[in-house]
């Protein structure tokens, strides 16, 4: 399993939707900052299952233990490792093995791609439930970077039809906290009440819906990244991809590029007292791979929940025929809500990795 991730943020993250526990191993952070455990416990609580009528049912206090690399709430320069007890698994509602495979799952990937010894008890290794390590690392990377002057924001910038306003749209200075504390973050008043009829209409037809999350870094320097494989966008959109259900990530403008001329696709460059800044930033605040000191702006593409109560068109691993499937248990109609603070971890531990790659290119 590629659980591993980071050359000078060393990262690794272990356990299955079902088994004892999950967690993580993370090594880089320096010794001596004290973790603010409160809001730990906040971006846990953004993430968890069971917080209203438009998420899962599954209720896990998503507590972390941590085990090493962490004394008297202080870091020790030493791996931090942590796990998150699983408290309320229901492996019956999966069957006694893996047979109907469920459209739109790894079932059946995972069963070729491990000889049939995958444990598929709640997605096993693929469920979203893994997400709960990488935000307990993304929010201490996070916390570091706020050191740092760095802040990291983000929204639902579309929900099914709906669209919010975009972050590309707000000055650097706007008072967007309180998105933190939204279940559905949003800028625009009154749109989280129509997402949240819209995700309550999917669920009443057993059905889902998906959506677009943006997020904006500002505070970053200029001079992060690398060209080609260590380019900032090739890191954020590896880390970003690997969370279930993201199918498109897009940089500034993305694939609106596609429409655009030279002439309209250029930031042009200009002073701003002792500071280089863009005029406008179509870019997203990346240039060559590398950040140029303006927000840096991207957007996921979030596909509907596939585990969905309506019967669907599949077939049998044992007879090797086609069947139809109906999938019970409890399940998000929109992960969108709980997928914002996984975005924002993924982005900090990005970040992070740049830093201190940057850092270790310091003569």
């Not at 099914?160 to 939204?182: F, I, T, V, W, Y």
């Not at 309550?200 to 889902?208: G, I, N, V």
């Not at 001079?223 to 897009?250: Q, R, W, Y």
């Not at 930031?267 to 605040?285: I, K, L, Q, S, W």
Request: charged share 20%; glycine share 12%; proline share 6%.
């Amino acid at each position: 399993m590629s659980s591993f991730f980071g050359q000078h943020l060393h990262l690794s993250i272990f356990g299955q939707s079902h088994g004892e526990a999950i967690g993580v191993s993370m090594d880089g952070l320096p010794a001596g900052m004290t973790i603010d455990f409160d809001r730990l416990s906040r971006e846990m609580a953004r993430r968890a299952p069971g917080q209203s009528a438009m998420t899962t049912s599954r209720r896990e206090p998503d507590a972390p233990e941590f085990l090493s690399g962490v004394l008297n709430g202080v870091t020790t320069g030493q791996p931090i490792c942590a796990i998150i007890r699983n408290t309320n698994q229901r492996s019956r509602d999966y069957g006694d093995g893996v047979d109907l495979v469920r459209p739109g799952h790894a079932d059946y990937t995972g069963h070729v791609r491990y000889y049939g010894f995958e444990d598929w008890r709640g997605g096993g290794s693929f469920s979203g439930r893994l997400t709960a390590p990488i935000v307990l690392a993304g929010t201490l990377c996070a916390q570091w970077l706020e050191d740092q002057g760095v802040t990291i924001q983000s929204h639902i910038r579309q929900l099914g039809s709906l669209q919010d306003d975009s972050l590309a749209e707000q000055p650097e200075d706007a008072p967007l906290a309180h998105l933190k504390s939204m279940q559905l973050p949003v800028i625009r008043a009154g749109l989280e009440r129509d997402m949240e009829q819209l995700i309550l209409e999917a669920r009443s037809s057993a059905d889902s819906v998906g959506g677009v999350i943006e997020c904006r870094i500002l505070g970053l320097p200029a001079g992060l990244g690398a060209p080609f494989f260590d380019s900032m966008e090739s890191v954020l959109s590896h880390l970003l991809f690997s969370i279930p259900a993201v199918k498109g990530v897009s940089f500034g403008d993305g694939f609106g590029f596609a429409s655009l001329r030279g002439s309209e696709a250029n930031d042009a460059f200009r002073m701003d007292g002792d500071r280089v800044v863009t005029a406008t930033n179509h870019a997203g605040g990346i240039n060559g791979g590398i950040t140029n000191g303006m927000p840096v702006l991207f957007s996921c593409a979030i596909r509907p929940t596939p585990s969905i109560a309506q019967p669907q068109q599949t077939i049998s691993l044992r007879t090797m025929e086609n069947a139809e499937l109906s999938i019970h248990g409890r399940h998000d109609p929109c992960i969108l809500p709980r997928a914002v603070p996984v975005v924002e971890a993924m982005a900090a531990i990005g970040v992070m990795e740049m830093w201190k790659e940057r850092l270790a290119c310091v003569r």
